[in-house]
């Protein structure tokens, strides 16, 4: 499923996780942030395989949702129902 040619766009893989070629050929783990929009990049197995669980891609992401989960339980809050139909975005 990773062919060698499979080098999606950086700015759509989770920065610890996108791997730049280098000129020599070598690879190397891509954090900056953002990455140039035209830059592309390889993905870690982990992240294309059906047989991996996926990693916490965004900790601070998951972070968020987890306190926010909290302070709703704390508040007794039942969280808003989604709408009949969501507005078109575009």
């Known amino acids: 499923m990773l062919e060698p040619d499979m080098m999606p766009p950086a700015h759509t ?5 996108r791997w730049i070629e280098l000129s020599d050929g070598r690879v190397t783990v891509y ?7 035209s830059q592309r990049c ?26 926010n989960a909290r302070h709703a339980e704390r508040e007794g809050a039942e969280p808003p129902p989604a709408p009949a139909q969501w507005p078109d975005a575009g």
């Open 31 to 37: 954090g900056v942030c953002p990455p140039d929009p």
């Open 42 to 67: 390889r993905i870690e197995h982990i992240l294309a395989c059906p047989a991996q669980p996926l990693p916490d891609l965004w900790p601070w992401l998951s972070a968020l949702r987890g306190e």
């Open 13 to 17: 893989v989770p920065p610890d996780h």
